[in-house]
């Protein structure tokens, strides 16, 4: 998929997943690396194969590669990452050139699927919504060490292997 290894390979991408992985290596609960970015894809392309969606293969592991883009903010100054993540994925993705680039449609259907993708499953299109449970379903919680100190309410925890 050249499209989104052009996200992977792009230095804005590098250096705020690089900038998370620094601000996460001590971090005792789920992190935000390369695994959770591609498990996400993963389930998402599940989902869209399983629902019959109409979306393409490398918008949605475009999707997935960037929905947490904007975390390293969020460590740094509170922005919410979602928020951050839209202003970086449009920057990411509006310097993708020649036959990589996404046009100006799949760049809206994208950063409205990543502004959404922390509020619920009512997202605004199938993608947001594809997002949404993908990123949840994401993390397996009934294997982590951690999770007697996590966050997330017992009923949202992942306590048994579902796609």
């Not at 994208?110 to 299109?125: K, N």
Request: charged share 25%; hydrophobic share 45%; glycine share 6%.
């Amino acid at each position: 998929m050249p499209r989104a290894d052009a996200i992977w390979r792009h230095p804005v991408f590098q250096e705020h997943l690089a900038r998370m992985q620094e601000l996460e290596h001590m971090r005792a609960f789920c992190r935000h690396d390369l695994a959770h970015l591609m498990d996400v894809a993963r389930i998402m392309w599940i989902g869209v194969l399983e629902e019959g969606a109409d979306l393409p293969r490398d918008v949605v592991y475009a999707t997935a590669l960037l929905h947490d883009i904007g975390r390293a903010a969020q460590y740094e100054t509170g922005e919410p990452h979602d928020v951050a993540g839209v202003r970086i994925a449009r920057e990411i993705m509006g310097t993708v050139d020649g036959d990589r680039a996404f046009s100006p449609a799949e760049q809206d259907l994208i950063t409205d699927a990543i502004g959404a993708h922390r509020v619920s499953d009512a997202a605004v299109s199938p993608l947001g919504s594809l997002l949404y449970r993908a990123d949840k379903l994401s993390r397996p919680c009934f294997a982590c060490p951690a999770r007697p100190e996590c966050n997330w309410p017992t009923e949202q925890q992942n306590l048994a292997v579902r796609i």
